[in-house]
């Protein structure tokens, strides 16, 4: 694997010195390296693939430390990771002692925040644009968001405020129209609207054909003025508009010279902006490309055909959702909730039978406990099914609305325990500390498959509020 320009590659300051016609073969080598490390450590492949030309045109126009960039759940930074002066460590990615697999304040200045949980970023950034403009500072603050993290509820708070707190902001919404799984929700099918009507996507490319000939600043911005006022005639409410963000795109985020232009244009403007970039999950990889929920995170694989080892039983998210069925066979007031993670909790297992008891409420995980709640208020028996690490999230809910009300909803916490190498940030360590002193909540965790199996059907009959926690990957394989 032939990876000169990467070679090259010792921070952030050599990507500005490699020639722009020859970025499209930096971007090659990227793929490569990440192909050949992540089939031996595992990993999220497919984000990154996505974000190459993305990651090279920022770290191009931008200059990191001093301007900070800002990823939500961050598992997409692997590429910044490599730019960044950590490619003679990348080997070690989600490896004891390694590289983490997320950003890490403590690994690299060039991680001004950490994160593994979605719809955080915005916020994040708000804040130190609002502290950059209280201080006089220059620095451009970043922010890089997936179409998943705008499910998320904190991620409208924060673009609630926006326009209200600092006059300069970048906002990039990286819109691949997945999570781990399919987005959903109206704010999915409004992205996506604007992503494939025609009528906007002719007239972008002929504002682009007619910006590429302009030239200056000054046409420049007189040039995106026009093509905002027009877009305003065919989508007249852009959601981003109303809450004061200039909003602009989409643009495609694997086109670098394109995307260099852009950023070079958004670091001008004095007021909020979020450009909308559509990108193709596990871009460059056909295995990845074919079959994107898989690719979202996995673990060692063949890098010639994308195969990954079986298990060789089944895991507990696998017992999970395949007894759960098997009750809702029987019991029609089972459903199940999940937020946004039916492959992660086992769930896509359930649904192809139950599609009208299932609901993937997205990343919306106090959306999801209320949710239940209120389906248990009418007879219904809601099994939410929860990462422990993510369930957190939702604790006023399952407190105030749930156990205070004594109603009947299961709370089934995967990868309750350590979680292996996704790190710090997805062990289900406080589970037992901030459940335990919930009132009219019984606390399960099982020993094994077949006592796991009791404790579901344990749960679809208790009148009050169950939590059963439980861990990543299988058990010791006991017969049910």
Aim: glycine content about 10%.
């Amino acid at each position: 694997m032939a990876t000169k320009l990467l070679d090259q590659i010792k921070g952030p300051a050599d990507v500005k010195k490699i020639p722009l016609e020859e970025l499209p073969q930096l971007a090659k080598e990227i793929r490569e390296e990440l192909i050949a490390v992540l089939s031996k450590t595992g990993g999220h492949l497919g984000p990154n693939l996505g974000v190459v030309e993305l990651t090279i045109a920022l770290h191009r126009v931008f200059d990191t430390p001093t301007d900070h960039f800002i990823f939500d759940v961050s598992h997409q930074a692997y590429v910044h990771k490599l730019l960044t002066g950590r490619r003679d460590r990348f080997h070690t990615i989600r490896q004891q002692g390694g590289l983490n697999g997320f950003m890490l304040r403590t690994e690299s200045d060039h991680d001004c925040f950490g994160a593994g949980h979605a719809g955080t970023a915005l916020s994040a950034a708000l804040g130190m644009a609002s502290a950059r403009d209280m201080r006089g500072g220059k620095e451009h603050v970043v922010c890089l968001a997936g179409d998943a993290a705008f499910t998320c509820g904190v991620t409208f708070e924060a673009l609630n405020n926006v326009s209200h707190h600092t006059k300069r902001l970048i906002t990039i919404l990286n819109d691949n129209k997945w999570s781990i799984d399919k987005n959903v929700g109206a704010i999915a099918g409004y992205l996506n609207k604007i992503t494939t009507d025609s009528r906007f996507i002719h007239l972008h490319e002929r504002a682009a054909h007619f910006i590429e000939k302009l030239g200056g600043s000054k046409a420049l911005k007189v040039a995106r003025r026009a093509e905002e006022h027009v877009k305003g005639m065919i989508f007249p409410s852009v959601i981003f508009e109303e809450l004061g963000v200039t909003y602009y795109g989409p643009v495609d985020g694997h086109d670098i010279p394109n995307l260099i232009k852009m950023f070079e244009f958004l670091k001008t403007q004095n007021f909020p902006v979020i450009l909308h970039v559509v990108t193709t999950k596990g871009k460059g990889y056909e295995p990845a490309m074919a079959k994107q929920k898989k690719f979202h995170g996995l673990g060692p694989y063949d890098p010639e055909t994308g195969e990954t080892k079986a298990l060789g039983q089944p895991t507990y998210s696998e017992v999970f959702a395949d007894h759960l069925s098997k009750m809702a066979d029987n019991d029609p007031r089972i459903v199940a909730i999940t937020g946004a993670m039916p492959n992660g909790t086992g769930l896509d297992r359930f649904q192809p039978k139950h599609l009208d008891r299932y609901f993937d409420v997205g990343i919306a995980e106090e959306h999801a406990v209320l949710f239940a709640a209120g389906m248990a208020t009418k007879g219904f028996k809601p099994f939410c099914a929860i990462y422990s690490t993510f369930l957190q999230r939702a604790y006023d809910q399952i407190v105030h609305d749930v156990c205070l009300q004594n109603l009947p909803v299961v709370f089934c916490m995967d990868r309750g325990g350590l979680s292996g190498d996704d790190g710090p940030t997805h062990h289900g360590l406080f589970d037992i500390s901030y459940l335990r002193g919930v009132p009219n909540l019984i606390h399960m965790s099982p020993k094994d498959e077949d006592e796991f199996v009791d404790m579901l059907y344990t749960a679809s009959l208790h009148a009050g509020p169950v939590a059963i926690r439980y861990p990543r990957g299988v058990g010791p394989n006991v017969a049910i």
